[in-house]
């Protein structure tokens, strides 16, 4: 049972890995500068991390194989969105942001089968 559990693991990773990597390719030819992945903090991780012009974007990346409309986004619920943000300050901390005024952002890129939404300032 416990191998068939991190198989599984390990197969959802692969996957996570693979939607990341399409995402930063999408992120990368719309002008954005890759600064970071998944960045881990106490908190919780931050699939990517961006600058877009003026604003630090850090982006969830969520995919869902076939669900309703709208499944990925709604996987980014307010509990998580709590998660990012706490990860997002102290990312902001570590890196010597917080003694900027560097305007933030959070953003969304949900693939759901092979479509896929890019939600900019998906919470705040």
Known sequence: MREENNIRKNHYYKIGTAYEEQAVLFLEKEGYEILERN????????DIIAREGEYLVFVEVK???????????????????????????????SRHYSDMDIPCRFDVVAFEGEKFTHLKNAFM
């Open 63 to 93: 995919y869902r194989r076939a669900a309703y409309p709208g499944a990925a986004l709604a996987a980014v619920t307010p509990a998580k969105q709590k998660r990012i943000r706490q990860t997002a300050e102290y990312y902001l901390y």
């Open 39 to 46: 960045f881990h903090s106490y908190h919780g991780e931050i």
